[in-house]
T-cell receptor, first 119, second 112 residues
Framework: SAVISQKPSRDICQRGTSLTIQCQVDSQVTMMFWYRQQPGQSLTLIATANQGSEATYESGFVIDKFPISRPNLTFSTLTVSNMSPEDSSIYLC????????????????FGAGSRLTVL | GDSVTQMEGPVTLSEEAFLTINCTYTATGYPSLFWYVQYPGEGLQLLLKATKADDKGSNKGFEATYRKETTSFHLEKGSVQVSDSAVYFCALSDRGFQKLVFGTGTRLLVSP
């Protein structure tokens, strides 16, 4: 399965600032996913990022708050904008397993996550 | 919408004890079901999966059976080890889609 590197692994941020999280995959993948794991809660999908098109956001998440870039098939970034303490979470990048273009794989590989604390 | 309900933790066991972590789901279609594990300081890893009713997923001594009649996918292991201490997430996905709906996770603590 793919190997995912995320950075930063953790950061402490000030209210009102923005932070960009990077996700690098060691193989080409069609779809990349960004999840959020708030303290003591489950993972929630933020958006799906396809190369060459706008990201698709889930209900409750908007592009102005979480802009995403997907410049190529191995890399994506998620920016958390104008942060507040409520944004303190672990943000995880994930990709589908299997060969690029094969649908229905239904198995995701996750990065180790980026733990953000907003003061 | 689709949802997953897991038993709350932490679950505290002694080494070699039997483990059950309950998971039930609600879905409109026929989802695939998964258990993911998150070891301290690491990312989520797929532990096992089942794609249709009565399928049994198994890995590293863990098992779970897809029970359509009870909409359940309980995780079991006959004899836990200290190294099994982690957070376990039950999840589902509709067929043909790669995005997952997760339960809240159950922390397992195994003591020697």
């Amino acid at each position: 399965s793919a190997v995912i590197s995320q950075k930063p692994s953790r950061d402490i941020c000030q209210r009102g600032t923005s932070l960009t999280i990077q996700c690098q995959v060691d193989s080409q993948v069609t779809m990349m996913f960004w999840y959020r794991q708030q303290p003591g809660q489950s993972l929630t999908l933020i958006a799906t990022a396809n190369q060459g098109s706008e990201a698709t956001y889930e209900s409750g998440f908007v592009i102005d708050k979480f802009p995403i870039s997907r410049p190529n098939l191995t890399f994506s970034t998620l920016t958390v904008s104008n942060m507040s303490p409520e944004d303190s979470s672990i943000y995880l990048c994930s990709v589908g397993a299997g060969e690029m273009g094969v649908s229905g794989a239904n198995v995701l590989t996750f990065g180790a996550g980026s733990r953000l604390t907003v003061l | 919408g689709d949802s997953v309900t897991q038993m709350e933790g932490p679950v505290t066991l002694s080494e070699e004890a039997f483990l059950t972590i309950n998971c039930t789901y609600t879905a409109t279609g026929y989802p695939s079901l998964f258990w993911y594990v998150q070891y301290p300081g690491e990312g989520l890893q797929l532990l096992l999966k089942a794609t249709k009713a009565d399928d049994k997923g198994s890995n590293k001594g863990f098992e779970a059976t897809y029970r359509k009649e009870t909409t359940s996918f309980h995780l079991e292991k006959g004899s836990v080890q200290v190294s099994d201490s982690a957070v376990y997430f039950c999840a589902l996905s509709d067929r043909g889609f790669q995005k997952l709906v997760f339960g809240t996770g159950t922390r397992l603590l195994v003591s020697p």
